[in-house]
């Protein structure tokens, strides 16, 4: 997220904090959190849309425990320092791709990617490596620990 946190407005803020967990499981879950915000199902939609198109978010959508639905796995790239954006942009292309992030490390570029199946989790990663010539090193998970992924979010 941008540093200018206080570029947002407060509907903004609330969607961006307020929703990371317990977020309707509806036919309209955009009026059910309109209606908790005191605003309409389409400034709800709207807003949300402003902030994938602006990058603050890349998507809004359920994370489903590992091997409930579908395939996943994180995976790590050596990137060369001077390809790291360019390759970061490429990885975030690919709508398999939930996020990737830099990290310290020889390996540098880490992501995790989730698809319907294996075949088509291996297509995405194997898709990379051709657009990027870098290999994917594919690190499905041996064992299950449960994370909270909701972050408070501090405004200054």
Do not use: C
Not at 11 to 22: D, H, K, V, W
Not at 82 to 99: F, P, Q, W
Not at 130 to 136: D, I, P
């Amino acid at each position: 997220m941008s540093p200018q946190t206080t570029d947002y407005s407060p509907l903004e803020r609330a969607l961006l904090n307020n929703f990371q967990q317990g977020f309707p499981l509806s036919p309209r879950p955009y009026a059910e959190l309109a209606a908790q915000l005191g605003v309409s199902e389409q400034e709800v939609m709207t807003t949300l849309k402003a902030l994938q198109e602006n990058k603050t978010i890349s998507r809004v959508g359920p994370v489903f425990r590992v091997g409930g639905v579908g395939a996943s796995t994180l995976a790590a790239m050596a990137v060369p320092p001077a390809r790291l954006e360019e390759v970061a942009a490429i990885v975030s292309e690919y709508e398999a791709v939930n996020h990737n992030y830099e990290r310290e490390h020889d390996f540098n570029l880490w992501f995790v990617a989730t698809a319907t199946d294996e075949h088509a989790l291996q297509a995405t990663l194997d898709a990379i490596e051709q657009r990027t010539g870098l290999a994917v090193m594919y690190l499905p998970m041996l064992e299950d620990y449960h994370i909270d992924l909701g972050f408070d979010l501090l405004w200054t």
